[in-house]
DNA sequence: ATTTTCTATAATGTCCAACATTTTGCAAAA
DNA sequence: TTTTGCAAAATGTTGGACATTATAGAAAAT
């Protein structure tokens, strides 16, 4: 193998060419409706065909590429209508995910959500003084744990999995986003106390609405 | 390779591989939580080492394998918390879709509800008169048809898939209250029938409520 | 009894080869 | 010029042999 990842983190050799491609279409090296071809991937990323094709069929079940018997894979197409549709989804799992954290969840998750708030400002700072691909992954991330953080509490670890899934989805969308300086900071920033305070205080009307914002924006509208 | 399925359907040897396995899970026959070794398989499915592990990982994407690293394959465990996660999903999804799809279906829409209703009356004659694994399967299969048809115009592909994926997963527990002899007829014909009358008078609120107890009823409780 | 070490088993990864399908390029026909 | 049909090339799919690495359970040591 060549290069994409450390070894350390990354297990396998597969999970280590997965993370190195889902960045890569990430940041669109890979374009949409982009053709896999395995000998070409394999050149770039390394590994054997074995690898490779189990790599693609992960990256297929995340939602990121697609595979068509007899025909290959392709990266997932990423056209304005592929984005509501995922927003959709998006906003009806969390949704769901913080109304029964609201109702189920204890101090303890109320502090992983300040903790992730937290987090997303000294990320939202970092990307704005200093933008670059490293930042811009960390600001995600960020965005990224705390959604999760939101849905922590649900109890429900297959509505946690989509969530994630799905956020997978939107990523490519979201760093197209910040690339283009299309992000409201003040915005965000407004949310992220309005969120909080909704939260401590237990309104679900109110948090629900402000996650329906903050979802909304990754439109781009 | 040896049995499991026809090569005309299943269009290549992994996904002959893969129905066989799935419809081996959902019988039962591969059990919660046992351990699948790659030769064992092999020796019963047929296939090389590559075509099983990509059909594990197709299996997994579906939620009825899971992988663990450098550990291998196990079916997915299948406890009464799983059930309740499952169905929990699995009605919010299905319910989102009926609302989208009742707003903006046609009525082209509703012929396909009202075929698939039909459908589903037969197959409940036939699995009831003659009850064995192709009658169950058809049963399952008719009633997975009706949830799709449901949501088919909610204009949501990934909406749709993910109630065909959580659909998938809840069908061992399914056919496992089919084989026990505690599937409520009498109380399904009543659902259709009210279904089919709030579906056609567009009574969102009725259609749900219908939903809700339709799922609920797979909880066996 | 607990911990450590060793070993058999199984998973993972690579290479190579054969075959099937799809796509492409080119020529012939309309 | 466009369309159609066919052959060649590219690509995907499957299989098998084998090397490497990790895990789990047995055996040994403390």
């Known amino acids: 193998m060549l ?10 050799v597969v999970e280590m060419l997965a993370s190195a491609i889902r960045r890569d279409i990430s940041f669109g090296v890979l374009r949409p409706d982009q053709k896999l071809k395995l000998a070409d991937l394999r050149q770039s990323y390394g590994g054997s065909n074995h690898s490779m094709r189990e790599t693609l069929r992960i990256l297929t079940s995340e939602g990121v590429v697609e595979a068509t018997n007899q025909r290959g894979f392709r990266v997932t197409s990423a056209t304005e209508e592929d984005l509501r549709d995922i927003l959709l989804v998006r906003l009806e799992v969390e949704k769901l995910g913080l109304k029964l954290s609201l109702k189920q969840g204890d101090v303890a998750w109320e502090s992983r959500v300040v903790a992730a708030l937290h987090a997303v400002r000294r990320a939202d700072a970092l990307v704005q003084e200093r933008p670059d691909d ?15 953080a939101l849905m922590s509490a649900s109890g429900s670890p297959r509505l946690t999995d989509m969530a994630a899934q799905f956020y997978g989805q939107s990523r490519r969308f979201r760093l197209a986003l910040l690339r283009e300086g299309r992000i409201d900071f003040a915005a965000r920033a ?8 909704a939260i401590i205080a237990r309104e679900e009307a109110r948090a629900v609405g402000i996650l329906e914002d903050e979802i909304g924006a990754d439109l781009g509208a």
């Open 3 to 12: 290069f994409g990842g450390r070894k350390s983190e990354d297990d396998t």
């Open 190 to 197: 407004t949310r992220r106390t309005q969120l909080q305070e």
């Open 134 to 148: 490293v930042t811009a992954l960390e600001w995600d991330e960020a965005c990224r744990d705390l959604s999760m």
